[in-house]
């Protein structure tokens, strides 16, 4: 059975600590998957029925460290959320301008000097990065590294 838990807290480095350890059968090398817990709905477009939640995985961690009661993972590839946020910034400009007109500007959420159109304001208040680990996360074991799993190619 694969082990499941939850992200306990978010180290610097691209670590996370997981609420499982040796007592719960984690071992170092092995990989998990994080995601938002309780996924995210789907309705059907036709009949506006639910159709049921999907997990959204917003990245995968290999454990290198285990204790007892914990374990501590590294983030790894491109799903990680301290990716390069210069480039996510000039995407998201290309996209809000086409949607709001080029005097928007996109910025640093919430430094905006009050004279030019503010991201945040206009959508009507903060911005939550639904990508990004947080505390809470659920996570589960999908494999093991060093072999092959079919969920994720290339390791």
């Known amino acids: 059975m694969a082990v499941e838990g939850k992200v306990a807290k978010i180290l610097t480095n691209n670590e996370i600590v997981i609420n499982r350890g040796s007592k719960d059968g984690v071992k170092p090398g092995m990989l998990f998957e994080i995601f938002s817990p309780g996924g995210e709905e789907v309705w059907d477009p036709d009949t506006g029925e639910t159709l049921g939640t999907v997990e959204d995985v917003k990245a995968r961690a290999e454990v290198t460290e285990v204790k007892d009661r914990l374990a501590v993972a590294r983030l790894q590839g491109p799903m990680t959320p ?3 946020l210069g480039e996510m910034q000039e995407n998201l400009q290309r996209i809000f301008s086409q949607m709001f007109g080029e005097n928007v500007q996109v910025q640093s959420f919430g430094t905006s000097t ?3 159109d503010d991201l945040e304001s206009m ?7 639904l990508s990004k680990v947080q505390v809470g996360d659920a996570v589960r074991e999908v494999g093991r590294s060093g072999g092959r799993s079919g969920r994720f190619p290339g390791f």
């Open 123 to 129: 959508l009507g208040g903060p911005l939550k990065d």
């Open 82 to 84: 301290f990716g390069d």
């Open 114 to 116: 009050g004279d030019e």
